[in-house]
């Protein structure tokens, strides 16, 4: 989710670095605005439903939806397949916060309903929740109040006479209000009803599946801050 946040970020830093001109929806924050974290949320709430459109001549493909060819979750022993989304779009930025006097860095999203289908899923181990479990088909999740938190150190070090920016010791933490989940053609000798069970135990299915959703979002914040601001002096990315 915070794929968008990055690619709003991306996309100033490509049209800055390449020399290309902003499109008009594309406004800028000023690094001495004692306010630049309510303007950064305030423009990336602005842009987000245009960016995940997809802009073309900027070589950045549509976000919305977002296609998955594999997911893992370790803990759950899953793996589904060709997954995706249209929910992106519709993603909050309800903080952010760039302090390079403290070094630090937090931003915080809000997505109000994530609804995503995979066509088919395995259960490598044959369980799920503790019980024996078969079947192959299209797995559907519905996760209401998703919230997700990222914090991480800011460094500044000079290269050529320009400031760069890299961000480490990132840590992603997601809160989810309620999560839906649905298994096609799944069986337990067991258990009659193996979906009416998981909605049942939704949190403990939650917890199992949390580490392989903060691991997907880690890898979708550290690495893109990491390439951009290392590429890119900071004057080219913020105005004065």
């Given at each position: ?130 019980l024996p479990v078969t079947g192959h088909g299209k797995y559907n999740l519905t996760i209401v109040g998703i919230t997700v938190n990222y914090t991480g150190d800011i460094k500044t070090y000079e290269k050529d ?78 105005l004065p």
């Amino acid at each position: 989710m915070f794929s968008i946040l990055l690619t709003v970020l991306g996309f100033l830093v490509l049209a800055s670095a390449g020399g290309l001109e902003l499109p008009s929806f594309i406004p800028k924050c000023s690094l001495s605005d004692p306010n630049l974290g309510d303007c950064i949320k305030e423009k990336a709430n602005i842009v987000i439903p245009q960016i995940a459109k997809g802009v073309p001549e900027f070589g950045i493909p549509s976000l919305s939806p977002l296609s998955l060819p594999e997911a893992k979750a370790e803990a759950l022993d899953l793996i589904v397949n060709d997954a995706y989304t249209d929910a992106l779009k519709d993603l909050k930025v309800t903080k952010a916060s760039l302090d390079f006097k403290s070094g630090k860095a937090d931003f915080s999203i809000y997505l109000d309903r994530l609804h995503a289908l995979s066509q088919n899923y395995t259960f490598s181990s044959g369980m799920l929740l503790g019980l024996p479990v078969t079947g192959h088909g299209k797995y559907n999740l519905t996760i209401v109040g998703i919230t997700v938190n990222y914090t991480g150190d800011i460094k500044t070090y000079e290269k050529d006479g320009d400031t760069y920016v890299d961000f480490v010791n990132g840590k992603i933490s997601s809160d989810v209000a309620r999560g839906y989940y649905h298994f096609e053609n799944i069986q337990s000798p067991k258990e009659k009803d193996v979906n009416r069970y998981i909605d049942d135990h939704w949190q403990d299915y939650r917890i199992k599946m949390k580490p392989a959703m903060d691991m997907y979002l880690t890898k979708f914040i550290q690495t893109p801050f990491a390439k951009i601001f290392s590429s890119v002096p900071l004057n080219k990315i913020f105005l004065p």
